[in-house]
């Protein structure tokens, strides 16, 4: 990472620091929160989590090299520390004091309610052809996840790619104060987290405090197929299947395996173009991805081979085949927008069954048994020939497909118990639901098959 000293660390984050003055002119390698990622030189923060208190933790970070600690308690120990009031806010000022060491990167802020994580591989593929590129780890998206993608950035970085995720009001304008984009990408509003942000209109809202700090300059890039995001007036570029976005699709061809071709239309000009991938919507993140790449000056040759590079993130349509079933593992997580593009990619794929694992879709409010039939609904037009459901959202869900073969259970482990006589030798297997439903249990099991 580029030099930060202890001195400016302590002033970044309004704390005291206690130790040998001299001290101040440290300089750190790392800034981790988890005792076990210390290496010689780290900063370590201790926060205190829903499963466990990082203060617990400090001696032995200390003893595995770290040369200080943040801290909302005083510290018995022969090393240097930075007491604050929070720990958590104190990691935010110091990622906001190190995003500013790099006045000159552009910095992709992504953020939607569906595809984020996919659409910002997508974007790190493609800017990899021409930059230096440090991009969000996984989906570390949130208030702690943000700062640490941007005090891991090395001190070459060119382009930074950061995916930001959101659930209440307020949380986007506080990621947006340490990212400082220079390009707000929009996947699209749909619901998600209603319980907090009431509807779409609040999703939006929500979302769109993006703009709060990006640059004066910067590039607004939106889904415009979303009928939310074509509101957005100052839209630098809008992509989407529909002809009359800026970069637009056409003829897509889904070998119903692992890969989609299409042509990639955009100022009148047609260029052919390849995603390995699944599913229609991963053609709409790659468009999303030339409408970044055009901004930062690409080629759109060097953006069409940038597509070729994207590898699917874990627990987002990645295709695992077995001897007995195929599997479309989608378990990362889940909403009535993203749980229907599943159904649709499943549909696409050549199959003697289409088999559909769907589980409670969390945070939708008040109206969420009535959007679990609606999905439930739609999933019965979508060419399934089994559904099965886990949860008593599940169950919702399952009401609302009527005319093919359902399976409900309560929990995971009854499912199992039952799965291997409900599936058959080529199935293939579409597996998702919200995150806490832990539906990887049920990919692990189908793989070991």
Do not use: W
């Not at 493609?126 to 440090?134: D, Q, T």
């Not at 907090?196 to 999703?203: F, K, T």
């Not at 990645?318 to 499943?346: F, G, M, Q, W």
Request: hydrophobic fraction near 40%.
């Amino acid at each position: 990472m580029k030099e930060f000293t202890l001195g400016e660390i302590a002033k970044a984050c309004g704390g005291k620091f206690i130790g040998d003055r001299a001290r101040l002119l440290d300089t750190i390698s790392s800034v981790v929160i988890d005792s076990r990622k210390v290496t010689d030189g780290s900063l370590f923060v201790a926060i205190k989590g829903e499963r466990t208190d990082g203060h617990l933790y400090i001696e032995k970070a200390y003893d595995s090299g770290a040369v200080c600690a943040v801290s909302e308690r005083e510290v018995d120990y022969d090393e240097p520390y930075i007491l604050v009031e929070s720990s958590e806010r104190a990691i935010k000022a110091i990622a906001e004091a190190y995003r500013a060491k790099f006045p000159n990167i552009e910095v992709v802020g992504i953020t939607g309610s569906v595809g984020k994580t996919s659409t910002k591989e997508m974007i790190a593929a493609v800017l990899a052809k021409k930059y230096i590129v440090h991009k969000t780890q996984g989906n570390f998206n949130n208030e702690l996840g943000v700062p640490l993608t941007l005090l891991a950035m090395p001190e070459d970085t060119e382009v930074a790619v950061v995916e930001m995720g959101i659930n209440h009001f307020g949380e986007m304008t506080r990621l947006s104060k340490m990212v400082r984009p220079t390009v707000c990408v929009f996947t699209n509003i749909g619901c998600c987290h209603l319980e907090n942000l009431i509807d779409r209109d609040g999703v939006l809202k929500a979302k769109t405090e993006m703009f709060t700090y990006m640059a004066d300059d910067a590039e607004i890039i939106v889904n415009g197929d979303d009928d939310k995001l074509a509101t957005i007036n100052n839209a630098s570029y809008k992509f989407g299947l529909d002809g009359s976005n800026d970069f637009s699709a056409e003829e897509l061809s889904n070998d119903g395996e692992n890969s989609i071709s299409f042509t990639l239309c955009h100022n009148g000009k047609k260029y052919p173009a390849m995603v390995p991938a699944l599913g229609n919507h991963m053609v709409v993140n790659a468009l999303g991805a030339a409408a970044v790449g055009t901004a930062l000056n690409m080629d759109i040759a060097d953006i069409i081979e940038g597509f070729k590079d994207y590898a699917p993130v874990g627990g987002r349509a990645r295709l695992v085949e077995t001897d007995i079933v195929k599997v479309i593992d989608d378990c990362y997580n889940a909403n009535p927008n993203s749980v229907k593009a599943a159904l649709d990619t499943l549909k696409t794929i050549k199959a003697k069954r289409r088999v559909a694992v769907l589980g409670d879709m969390k945070e939708l409010g008040e109206n969420e048994k009535a959007l679990h039939k609606e999905v439930g609904e739609y999933a019965a037009k979508s060419g399934l020939d089994v559904l099965i459901t886990v949860g008593e959202l599940g169950r919702c869900l399952a009401d609302g497909c009527e005319g093919i073969e359902k399976h409900s259970y309560d929990t995971n482990a009854q499912l199992l118990d039952e799965i291997e006589d409900i599936l058959h030798k080529d199935d293939t297997v579409l597996v998702k639901a919200s995150h806490s439903m832990k539906f990887e249990e049920i990919v692990k099991f189908l793989e070991d098959m």
